[in-house]
Every structure is written in structure tokens, then in C-alpha cells.
């Protein structure tokens, strides 16, 4: 009855008789005997289902087994109307999702894709997933969703990690820093940092169904996560599915079928050859989700020779590392980032629950625009910056020399600096103010050059004591015969 001699004797029995290594049987059956087989979602759950029970295993439990894979799979087809998706992260970019800074890096994870563990064991990494500790830890970055309208009260996140957070952005503000009883659960930090699991959202988010909103998923510090699917219910969150392994193990059509005596062979043939065809898949870059995570379940648990006392492999790991710990803290700021195009609404009788007619973004009709900014993959707002500055848009050129004139002569070439439309005064010089605003323009915007052009013109260089002749003809020097005579601050 001891237990550790109860373990040892067979597999060192069965070493010697296979001529394997008993460290590496150890392995095995420390990697099978592990709870998280009894997870559906992992692959290894028909083995241990089936396997790990004592022979002979019956027909009938096979059987039960993948009647219940294929019934949740079809009751899952069913409710995907009630979790809609919002991501799965299953390309090779991040579409509509903004990035910034470095740990998420520039896609998603992809077939193939690999991580050096702290020990540098290598690890492979699951594609389709939103992943910021790809090379360091010591990455920062953030990840955000476009804009959506909030319909549901709950959102379920299928993540692995620790020490980030995520925040749901309610029509631009993250009030729940200063209003935590009326935004409860708007703002969490991921536990989970073994394996993946549903994290679900909900608190008061029930109560602003219809608000536009956005996630924020935060990674500011040394923690890392990694983002498998994003849902929304209005309840709990989904179910655990059957990983598609299970399916493939149990699969009728594959000859011979499991039961009896022989069923453990049978089962591990049949993982062996789903294992091989894994990594064959790997090797040419199709590889799914299933097959990487069947790989990764292996490498993880050392059930192959581990290349990590390759020399060149320990140099390349230590350097990483080194480069890893030399990454610095980047400084953080709040400010505005672009986000997803939106269109407001008109607020009828300036109520905001009274929206009328949606207005698209544009320019002002007043500055000869006829239609919307032509940037719809953002807010608009770069597109309408250039449009300030075109040639074919003089007013901005000409506003700000008038505005260097009004500073220098005491009164501009439009007198009302603040108002250039209809209901402002003319301008006393019009070509004066066209040939200065052109060569601003092409000047590069320069200010110290506009000053340094009229500043050593003969008008600034005028007398100030007036001609009488010329004050009785132009009494106000609207004209600039003369030039005015200014009150100087203390300061001058």
C-alpha cells in the first residue's frame, strides 16, 4: 500500500521491458494524471474519461461520451444567438482594434508562434489570441475595441493572466474612477493565470443598454494576458465546449473502434496519430487552434526531449532576457487617442435622449465643404486638420497674419480678428492680406519669418507722426499713411 512504491514499480517495470527512460514515463503519468484533463475543453479529456478508468472500457461509455461532445456541439450552435461574438482575434491583424504600445504587438498570435519561459523552456504559443507577453513582460500596451452600442448586460471574456486590467469605456468617460456605485464591475483585473477561463462583466452594466462603449484591456506593469474570445450575454457566462480533439479521438469512422480490452491502445494510437498530424500541420503553418493547443499541452510537460541544453538555444534565451530586463518603464499620460468612426446625432432642443437625424462628420459648410472627412478609418479629425491647412483653404493662413498684423500695428487688416465671416468687417488691404497669407504658407507656416518679412517692410518702418493732409483724408490711418502710435506695457 505505499503509494510511492506503488508508482515506481511499474514504471520502472515497464521501462526496462520498453527500453524507455523512467524519468520520461514518470512524466507521462504525472502529465496525465493532472486535473485539468477533466476539463472539457482539454484535449486530453476522452483519455482522461476513458483511459484512466480500470479495463476493460465498455462500448457504451465511449459511446456516451461522444453523444455528449456532439450534442453539446449542437446545443452550442444553438445558443450563438445568445452570446453573440464581439472578437475571436482569428486573423492575421487587428482590424478595427486600436493598438498602443508594444505588447500586443502588431497581430494577433499566429500558428506557430512561440514563448521562452523563465526557465527557457520553450513554449508554444495558442493562434488567434490577443497576447501581450509575446517577448517581455516588461512591455507596456494597450488594446482597445472599436465603438459599440451596448445591448446586452453582460460581457464574458475567455482570458489567461494576471496583473492587467480591463475597462469598459462608457460613452467616452471611465466614470467609474469617480462614481464606483453607479458603474460597478466597469473596471476588473484579470486572476486567472494558468489557464483559460470565462471572466464575466456585469455588475451595472445592465443599466446602459443602448450606450455607445468601448474595452480598454490595460497591460501598464510586469502582469501579462491573453485574450482567447470576446461575448456578450444576458446572463451567465457560455458554456465550456468539448475541445474539437475529443470529437476527432472518438470519431466512428476511424477503424478500430474503441472497447474491450484493447481500448487504451487504441485511444493512444489514435492521440499519437492526431499528435503527428499536429505537428506536421505546425511545421507548414496550418496548424488550428485545437492542434497547437494538443502540441502545446506536450511541451509544456516535457513528454518529448526538450532543446533548451542546446547551446546556441541558451544563448539566444539568455540574450533575450537581457534585452527583456533592459526594457524601460515608458512614461504614461492621459490624453485622447483616436478611436472607431462615429456619426453623432442631432439633440433635438439640445436633449441628448431626443437625438434627431444622424449629421455625418465634415467640414463647415461656411469654408465650401459639401460633404463628409474622407478618413473613415478613424474619427475624422486628421483628415479635417489637413483640410485646415490646403492651399485651396486659405482662411486659416490668412486669420493668423491678420492676427501677427493685429499684434504689430495695433489694429489688423480685418479690423474684427475674431470674426471673418459675413457679419465681420472688410478687409482694407485684400491683395495685402492674399500675398501675406501665401507666403506664409510657403514659408512653412513660419512665424519668426512673417514677422522678420514685416518688421523690416518700409510700412512698419514708418514715421508715426502723421501727415496733415493724409489725417484729414483718412482720418482713423486706415490706409497706413503714417503709423499708430501704441501704448507699450510695463514689460516693454
Known sequence: NDATLGVRRPIEAVARERKVDATRIARVVQALSNEALRQPSHPLHAWSRLAMQAPPVESRAVRALLDQTQEQATRWQQQQTDFPLLADFNSDDWGEWLTDGDAFGAAPTQAGEFEVAAGGDISLKLPGVADSGRWARQQQGV?????FTLEHSHIHYRVRGQGVRIRLILDG???DVYSGLLFGNFNFEVKSPDQFTWVSQGGDIGRYVGHKAYIEIIDHGDGQIAIDEIRFSNGPSPPARFSPITQRVLDEGKAPAIGGQDATTVLANRYGRLLRDALEALRTGEADAAECELVRWCV??????????????????????QLGNQVPKPPTVLSMSDGSPENEFVHIRGNHRLLGEEAPRGTLTAWGGDGPAVDYQGSGRLAFARSLVQPTNPLTSRVMVNRVWHHLFGRGIVASTDNFG???????????????????????????RLLRRIMLSRTYQMSSEPRAEAAVVDPQNLLLHSM?????????
Open 422 to 448: 459675413v457679419l465681420g468687417d472688410r478687409p482694407t488691404h485684400p491683395e495685402l492680406l492674399d500675398h501675406l497669407s501665401v507666403e506664409f504658407m510657403q514659408d512653412g507656416w513660419s512665424v519668426k
Open 143 to 147: 488594446l482597445r475595441s472599436p465603438t
Open 173 to 175: 468617460y471611465f466614470m
Open 300 to 321: 509544456e510537460n516535457r513528454l518529448w526531449p526538450q532543446a533548451s541544453n542546446d547551446s546556441a538555444l541558451k544563448a539566444a534565451v539568455a540574450k533575450l532576457e
Open 484 to 492: 499708430n502710435i501704441r501704448r507699450l506695457q510695463g514689460e516693454a
